[in-house]
C-alpha cells in the first residue's frame, strides 16, 4: 500500500507540474521581476530624473502647483518620491492614483512623462495572468493550490531529501536535471511553501467573502474599519470657513518619526477649516502589510486627529502573512533575498518541466506516432513557456525604448508586444528541433539582456537609478547565454543535446 501510494503521488507530481507548470512558471517569472517593480517602472520613465533632495520638499512643490492650478478643488492629493522611485505625481478631485500629473520634484515643473506599461505590468500579471481582474484571481488562486499539491507530492515521492540536497552529478543527462530540481527544490522548501501560501491569503476576503457579506452586507469599507478598530474622522466642527493650509513641515516631520518614510499626501476640503491631512505610510514600514493605514491631521492647526489604528489579531495575522508575500519590509537585503530565491524557484519549475522531456525523449521510437505528436507538443509548449517567456519580457523593455514616444495608447502597444513576441516563439518552438529552439531562444533572450544598457544609453540620457536594473540584466543575460551554450555544445551529455539527431530526423 505504501509503495501505490508513493506511486500515486509521483503520477500526480509529474503531470499536475506538467499541465500546469507553464501556467506556474509564467507567475514565477513576473513574480521575480515584481519584486523591483517600482525599478522597472522608473527605469520605464526615464524622463523622471534622480532627486536626491527630501519628501519635505517634494511635498512642498506639489502643493503649490496644486494651490495654483486646482485651488476650488475637495481633494488633493501628492504621491511623493522615495528610495526605491523618484516620481512626484499629484492629482485633484476623488482620484488617488492614476491619471495624475507627473512633476520634477527639483523644479516643481510638470514633466511630459512617456506612456508606459510600466513594472507594474508584471506585478499585475502575477496574480491574474492579464485576464479581467476578478477572474484572474481566481484562476491563479487556483494554480496557488495546484502548486501546494505538487509541493507537498514532491516531499512524498522524495524520501531521501537530507541526500539529494548535497547530490549533483553534472553532464548526466536525465540525471543531472533530476538532481537540480530535487536540490533547488529542498534548498529553498520553506521559501516555496511560504510564498504559495501567503499568495492565497492575500486574496483571502475574494476567496471567501461569505463572512463580510454576512456581518456587514458585503460593506467592506464597514469591515475595515470593524477590522482595524478605527472609526470616521469627523471633521471639525462649524461652518465651513476659507483658512490657509497648515505648514506640511511639522506635519510631516510628526508623521516621519511615526511611520518613517512616507509615500503620499490627501488634502480634503483644501483652504477651509474642515481641511483635513492624510499622511499614507509606505507599505514597508512594518512587516504587517499597511495598505490602507494613514495618520490625519487638522489642516488648519496641525493638530493629530488620528494615529495609525491598530490592527485587531485577526486582521493582523492576515496582514503579516500578506507582508511576508508582497516583502515591502527590510529595504534592499531583504528585496534581493526574495529576488534570488524566486529566481532559484523559477530555476525549479523549469528544470521539472524539461526533466519530463528529457526523461522521455528515448522513448519516441518506440511509442505511436500520437504518442510522439504529443511529446512534440509537450517540447514545443516548454521551450515557449520558458525560453519564450523571457524573450517577451526583455523585449517589453525593448519595446518601452524603441516604440515612439507620442505612439497613441503606448501602454497598449507595449503589452501587444509582449504577447506578440510570446506567440512567435511559441511557433519558432513549433518548427525547430527543440535543441535548436532551445538554443536560438536563449540566445536571443540573451543577446538582449546583455545589450540592455546600450539601448538604454543610445536612446535616452543615463540616469544612476538605471545602472542597477542594467546591470543585473547584463549577469541574466550572461547565465542564460551559457545555457543556450549548453543546449547545442557537443560536449554536453545533456538531454537536449543527446537526443538532437535523434529528434531532427523523427521530425
Excluded at 67 to 83: G, V, Y
Excluded at 242 to 249: D, F, K
Excluded at 464 to 480: F, K, M, N
Aim: with cysteine.
Amino acid at each position: 500500500m505504501k509503495n501505490s501510494f508513493t506511486q500515486s503521488m509521483s503520477w500526480l507530481h509529474t503531470w499536475a507540474g506538467l499541465f500546469f507548470g507553464w501556467l506556474l512558471f509564467a507567475i514565477f517569472v513576473t513574480g521575480t521581476l515584481a519584486v523591483f517593480d517600482k525599478e522597472i517602472d522608473q527605469w520605464m520613465r526615464p524622463e523622471i530624473r534622480s532627486f536626491d533632495g527630501t519628501q519635505l520638499q517634494a511635498a512642498q512643490r506639489g502643493l503649490d502647483y496644486l494651490m495654483r492650478h486646482a485651488p476650488t478643488a475637495s481633494q488633493w492629493n501628492i504621491n511623493l518620491p522615495d528610495e526605491r522611485s523618484s516620481g512626484l505625481q499629484v492629482s485633484s478631485g476623488e482620484r488617488r492614483r492614476g491619471g495624475g500629473i507627473q512633476l520634477d520634484p527639483r523644479t516643481g515643473e510638470e514633466l511630459i512623462v512617456r506612456e508606459t506599461a510600466g513594472g507594474s505590468f508584471f506585478f499585475r500579471f502575477h496574480f491574474t495572468l492579464n485576464l479581467p481582474r476578478n477572474w484572474g484571481i481566481f484562476v491563479v488562486g487556483a494554480l496557488a493550490i495546484i502548486m501546494l499539491v505538487g509541493l507537498v507530492s514532491g516531499i512524498v515521492i522524495h524520501k531521501k531529501i537530507f541526500k539529494e540536497f548535497f547530490t549533483f552529478r553534472p553532464n548526466k543527462g536525465q540525471r543531472s536535471w533530476l538532481d537540480f530540481h530535487n536540490a533547488s527544490a529542498v534548498l529553498l522548501l520553506p521559501f516555496h511553501l511560504m510564498i504559495t501560501y501567503t499568495g492565497l491569503v492575500v486574496f483571502l476576503l475574494i476567496y471567501m467573502p461569505a463572512a463580510v457579506d454576512s456581518l456587514f452586507q458585503g460593506d467592506t469599507q464597514a469591515y475595515s474599519r470593524a477590522a482595524n478598530d478605527r472609526h470616521a474622522v469627523q471633521p471639525p466642527s462649524g461652518p465651513k470657513q476659507p483658512a490657509a493650509l497648515t505648514e506640511l513641515g511639522p506635519v510631516l516631520i510628526q508623521a516621519q518619526q511615526r511611520l518613517g518614510q512616507i509615500s503620499g499626501i490627501g488634502v480634503r476640503d483644501p483652504g477651509t477649516t474642515a481641511a483635513v491631512i492624510e499622511v499614507r505610510p509606505t507599505l514597508g514600514y512594518r512587516i504587517a502589510l499597511t495598505k490602507g493605514q494613514a495618520m490625519l491631521f487638522d489642516g488648519a492647526n496641525g493638530t493629530l486627529l488620528q494615529d495609525v489604528p491598530d490592527f485587531r489579531p485577526s486582521t493582523l495575522t492576515q496582514r503579516v502573512m500578506a507582508g511576508l508575500h508582497f516583502a515591502q519590509f527590510g529595504g534592499y537585503p531583504l528585496r534581493w533575498i526574495y529576488f534570488l530565491c524566486a529566481l532559484i524557484s523559477c530555476a525549479m519549475i523549469a528544470t521539472g518541466l524539461v526533466l519530463f522531456s528529457v526523461k522521455r525523449s528515448n522513448k519516441y521510437d518506440a511509442t505511436s506516432a500520437s504518442a510522439r505528436r504529443w511529446y512534440k507538443v509537450a517540447h514545443m509548449l516548454n521551450v515557449a513557456c520558458v525560453a519564450g517567456l523571457l524573450l517577451a519580457c526583455i523585449g517589453l523593455l525593448w519595446a518601452n525604448r524603441l516604440l515612439p514616444q507620442d505612439l497613441p495608447h503606448r501602454a497598449s502597444r507595449e503589452v501587444q508586444v509582449f504577447f506578440c513576441v510570446w506567440l512567435l516563439t511559441l511557433l519558432h518552438a513549433g518548427v525547430r528541433p527543440p535543441p535548436r529552439a532551445w538554443a536560438e531562444q536563449l540566445g536571443l533572450t540573451a543577446a538582449m539582456c546583455i545589450t540592455l544598457p546600450v539601448l538604454g544609453s543610445l536612446t535616452v540620457l543615463s540616469d544612476p537609478l538605471h545602472r542597477t536594473l542594467e546591470a543585473s540584466s547584463v549577469v541574466i543575460g550572461i547565465l542564460l547565454a551559457y545555457s543556450a551554450w549548453r543546449c547545442v555544445s557537443p560536449r554536453s551529455d545533456s538531454g537536449p543535446a543527446r537526443s538532437r539527431a535523434r529528434t531532427t530526423e523523427s521530425q
